[in-house]
Nanobody, 126 residues
């Protein structure tokens, strides 16, 4: 069992930055792919970014490419999401997710992830 706890959310103005963290416990996530997803009010949960087990490969939604960076520190059992140039449309609850996978390509499909955090709210004001 993997427990995930997100932190780092908050209220920021458009154009500013935030860094989300997702701390894992229960098992080492060195053999897990990790992903970030988000859900805005009244909308479905969308893929944001993912990183493979070795942190050699990443995958991003088109809407965040060039602005967000996902990283993984296996020694700290933590995954990060650096969010720059934030826009009001980035406002959502952000969820961290994990799945056991040795695949090179980190897939964006939420239904493939086994473990989820409780989410952290990110609000971007215009």
């Amino acid at each position: 069992q993997v427990r995930l706890i997100e932190s780092g959310g908050g209220l920021v103005q458009a154009g500013h930055s935030l860094r989300l963290s997702c701390a894992a416990s229960g098992r080492t996530v060195s053999t897990y792919a990790m992903g970030w997803f988000r859900q805005a009010p009244g909308k479905e949960r969308d893929f944001v970014a993912a990183i493979n087990w070795s942190a050699e490969s990443t995958n991003y939604a088109d809407s965040v490419k060039g602005r967000f960076t996902i990283s993984k520190d296996n020694a700290k059992n933590t995954v990060y999401l650096q969010m720059n140039s934030l826009k009001p449309e980035d406002t959502a609850v952000y969820y961290c997710a994990a799945k056991y996978s040795r695949s090179y390509y980190p897939r964006p499909n939420s239904e493939e992830y086994d473990y989820w955090g409780q989410g952290t709210q990110v609000t971007v004001s215009s």
